[in-house]
């Protein structure tokens, strides 16, 4: 969480009148009314929101991701080498969080947070093997 301090004088994005509201989504871009804001979407998402969002997103997505790798001490070496297993086991797709929620006991939503996190812009199966074993697992280190 950061507490970034609310700027005095904040122009808005189309007109450069002092703005009163901000992008929920993204919070970086600042407009005088709902009009504008409106007026600028189009433009905002595609330039800046829509990065910013899901930086986000993957920056919470990591965090939650460590959170469940701490709290089931999921990084030791008998655990990571069971969910590797746990992950190979499957046919493409099959594996699903349900069962990993029972077999390592988290819940069913932390199963899917850590199962789509191994899937995150790698190829379900081997490369997620060798991420799990090198770097998520290894230390739980950011
Ligand atoms: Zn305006
Ligand atoms: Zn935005």
Redesign the pocket.
């Known amino acids: 969480m950061s507490t970034a301090a609310i700027p005095s004088t904040q122009a ?6 002092v ?1 009163t509201q901000r992008c929920s989504r993204c919070k970086q871009a600042w ?3 709902t ?2 804001q409106k ?1 600028d979407w189009k433009r905002h998402k595609q330039s800046v929101c829509d990065d910013a969002y899901q930086a986000d997103q993957y920056t919470l997505h990591k965090q939650e991701f460590d959170r469940i790798i701490q709290r089931y001490k999921l990084n030791t070496e008998e655990k990571s080498s069971a969910i590797a297993e746990f992950l190979t086991a499957g046919e493409e797709g099959s594996v699903s969080a349900a069962q990993f929620a029972e077999k390592f006991g988290t819940t069913p939503e932390e199963a899917v947070v850590f199962l789509e996190w191994i899937q995150v812009g790698v190829k379900f199966k081997q490369q997620s093997i060798d991420v799990a074993n090198k770097s998520g697992f290894a230390a739980a280190k950011r």
Do not use: K, L, P
């Open positions: 808005c994005a189309v007109c450069q009148q703005a407009y005088c009314s009009e504008h007026q």
